[in-house]
C-alpha cells in the first residue's frame, strides 16, 4: 500500500472513533442538577425558558413546589403521560395564539379561567385557584371542545394528583416540564 493510502485510512478511523465518542457522550444519561443522581434524560424549563436535567424525583417536586407558589389561577387537564409522554406545558393565555391554538379555545380558557374565583377546594376547602380536568374531558389537541365542569382545587391538591403521575411515567420528559409561567394559562401534554 501507498503512504497516502495508509494515511487515509489512520485519519477515517481516528475520525470513526471520535465520532463515535461524541455520538455515545451525547446520548449518555445526564446528572441530576440538584443531587447529582445519574441516569436522567428528563428536563425542567425553568423560569428562564433554560432546561435543566433532573432525577424524576427533583423533577416531581421541583414542579410541586413551583405549581404552588404561583399566584395565578390555571387550568390543569390531568396528563396522559401514556400516551404523550413527552412533556407537560403551560401556555398562558397570552401565548395561545403563537401556539396556533384557535380563537374558540382561547375563548373557553378564558372562561373557565374566570369561573375559578369564589369557589374552594374540593379536597381541603381552601380558595380555589385550579379547575381541573380528567384526560377523559379532553379530546387531544381541542380545548374548545371542553365542556365539562372542572373539579376546583388549590395547587396544593393539584400537586398531590398530578405529581404520582410524573414519577410514574413510563418514558423520559424529552421536551420537558414546564414552570407555570408568569400569567394565567393550562397545563396540558405536549403534543409532538
Ligand atoms: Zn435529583
Ligand atoms: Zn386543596
Given at each position: 500500500m501507498e503512504i497516502d493510502t495508509i494515511k487515509i485510512i489512520i485519519y477515517v478511523l481516528i475520525g470513526g472513533t471520535i465520532l463515535f465518542t461524541l455520538i455515545r457522550l451525547a446520548n449518555r444519561p445526564k446528572k441530576c442538577?440538584?443531587?447529582?443522581?445519574?441516569k436522567s434524560n428528563d428536563y425542567y424549563i425553568n423560569e428562564s425558558c433554560k432546561y435543566i436535567v433532573l432525577c424524576r424525583n427533583h423533577l416531581a417536586e421541583n414542579w410541586k413546589k413551583d405549581i404552588k407558589s404561583s399566584k395565578y389561577t390555571m387550568m390543569v387537564i390531568e396528563p396522559d403521560f401514556n400516551t404523550y409522554p413527552g412533556g407537560y406545558m403551560y401556555a398562558n393565555t397570552k401565548e395561545l395564539k403563537e401556539w396556533q391554538y384557535p380563537e374558540s379555545a382561547e375563548n373557553n380558557i378564558n372562561s373557565i379561567l374566570d369561573k375559578i374565583s369564589g369557589n374552594k377546594c374540593r379536597?381541603?376547602?381552601?380558595?380555589?385557584?385550579v379547575a381541573y380536568f380528567k384526560k377523559?374531558?379532553?379530546?387531544?389537541?381541542?380545548?374548545?371542545?371542553?365542556k365539562a365542569d372542572p373539579t376546583y382545587l388549590c395547587k396544593s391538591c393539584t400537586s398531590v394528583k398530578v405529581a404520582p403521575l410524573i414519577l410514574s411515567a413510563?418514558?423520559?420528559f424529552s421536551e420537558g416540564i414546564m414552570y407555570p409561567g408568569v400569567d394565567r394559562g393550562v397545563y396540558h401534554v405536549q403534543e409532538f
Open positions: 442538577d440538584i443531587c447529582g443522581a445519574e379536597e381541603c376547602g381552601e380558595t380555589a385557584t377523559d374531558d379532553y379530546e387531544f389537541p381541542n380545548m374548545e371542545n371542553i413510563p418514558k423520559a
